[in-house]
């Protein structure tokens, strides 16, 4: 989380770093509510892994904050190999095959304070 302005950035590990190279696939969902979550669906040749991170409640936003937007941020110094990354589509609600991966629980991980 980073708020506007700031130079320092609330960061979370909410899942596990990804090892291999094959093709990833981030969703995200703003609940009603102003909660949020994401879930992670990577695809490593046959294979198909789906991760979810718990929910982020709208009590951990700022209660100044009327609209959420999603955007993703790539910090290169951390990619060991080149990304191509794009956005397919944006839709009220997730694909049928991820709606079972919804999280029911909120982040359960240490936040870090980061400052640039």
């Given amino acids: 989380?980073?708020?506007?302005?700031?130079?320092?950035?609330?960061?979370?590990p909410a899942l596990p770093t990804l090892t291999?190279?094959?093709?990833?696939?981030?969703?995200?969902?703003?609940?009603?509510d102003g909660s949020m979550y994401?879930?992670?669906e990577s695809i490593?040749?046959?294979?198909?892994?789906?991760e979810a991170t718990g929910i982020l409640?709208?009590?951990?936003?700022p209660k100044w904050a009327?609209?959420?937007f999603v955007c993703a941020h790539v910090w290169r110094s951390y990619l060991p190999s080149p990304l191509e990354m794009s956005m397919l589509h944006s839709q009220q609600t997730l694909p049928e095959h991820l709606r079972s991966?919804?999280?029911e629980k909120h982040v359960?991980?240490?936040?870090?304070l980061l400052q640039s």
């Avoid at 989380?1 to 979370?12: D, F, H, I, K, P």
């Avoid at 291999?20 to 009603?32: K, M, P, R």
């Avoid at 359960?108 to 870090?112: L, Y």
């Fill in 57 to 61: 409640p709208r009590d951990a936003f």
């Fill in 1 to 12: 989380m980073q708020y506007r302005g700031e130079a320092c950035v609330l960061s979370t």
């Fill in 38 to 40: 994401f879930l992670r």
């Fill in 101 to 103: 991966y919804i999280p």
């Fill in 20 to 32: 291999g190279t094959g093709e990833v696939f981030s969703w995200a969902n703003v609940c009603e």
């Fill in 44 to 50: 490593e040749g046959e294979e198909k892994k789906v």
């Fill in 108 to 112: 359960d991980s240490t936040w870090h």
């Fill in 66 to 68: 009327s609209e959420y």
